[in-house]
């Protein structure tokens, strides 16, 4: 019931392109949902996140999109270029209270390429 | 302001040892998260730490702990070193802010290998 489930494993996209990228949960207490960007030798650059009260999140070119009733969310990079290769994680947590909010669980990643 | 700092960078042990890892969090930050991150199992979350009480526990056998000192500064430790521990091992502050959940920033880790 904790799992978070990503996919693809790896999208290869032309610069330009829209990547998509989606995550499925099955605990529906979890309610706050970050995206993760990581490089090779550094840690995990937090994106954006959604709380599942909005269906829809924007920050410069990174859209989340939430669908509460089938448990789903996912990651629309617009204009990708190729700096934006990376590995993408979707993550979830819980929070009552503001309690569980220091454990993410994490889906299994996505790795992107941007060609040029 | 700085980030989230990790010592050390890069550690060498061999089975049966043990090992001591600190994070310093983002100034102002109570909660302090730690992970381990592998290939084959992805992130997992190993323990929270908020006003120097554990409040979280991942799934990890006992040889994994940690502390949290008055100042939010954490350490974790892991004794008894098995060839899989090898990982690269994340710490992860964040700010609550009641009703809006808990952005979490990531250090750059250390990468613990075991031989």
């Known amino acids: 019931q904790q799992q978070v489930k990503q996919s693809p494993q790896s999208l290869i996209v032309q610069k330009g392109g829209i990547p998509i990228i989606n995550c499925a949960y099955e605990n529906t207490a979890f309610d706050y949902f970050p995206w993760y960007q990581q490089f090779p030798g550094k840690g995990p650059a937090l994106l954006i996140a959604i709380r599942p009260d909005v269906s829809e999140k924007k920050e410069g070119r990174f859209t989340i999109s939430f669908n509460k009733s089938a448990k789903q969310f996912s990651l629309h990079i617009m204009d990708s270029q190729p700096g934006d290769s990376a590995t993408y994680f979707c993550a979830a947590s819980s929070g009552p209270g503001g309690t569980s909010y220091g454990k993410l669980t994490f889906g299994q990643g996505t790795i992107l390429t941007v060609h040029p | 302001k700085a980030g989230v700092t990790q010592t050390p960078r890069y550690l060498i042990k061999t089975r049966g040892q043990q090992v001591t890892l600190s994070c310093s969090p983002i100034?102002?930050?109570?909660?302090v998260s730690w992970y381990q991150q592998t290939p084959g199992q992805g992130l997992q979350f190993l323990f929270e730490y908020f006003s120097e009480t554990q409040r979280n526990k991942g799934n990890f056998p006992g040889r994994f702990s940690g502390r949290q000192f008055s100042n939010s500064r954490s350490e974790m430790n892991v004794s008894t070193l098995e060839l899989g521990d090898s990982a690269l091992y994340l710490c992860?502050?964040?700010?609550?802010?009641?009703?809006?959940?808990?952005?979490?920033?990531f250090g750059p880790g250390t990468r613990l290998l075991v031989l």
């Open positions: 100034s102002g930050h109570r909660s």
């Open positions: 992860a502050s964040s700010l609550e802010i009641r009703g809006q959940g808990a952005a979490q920033y």
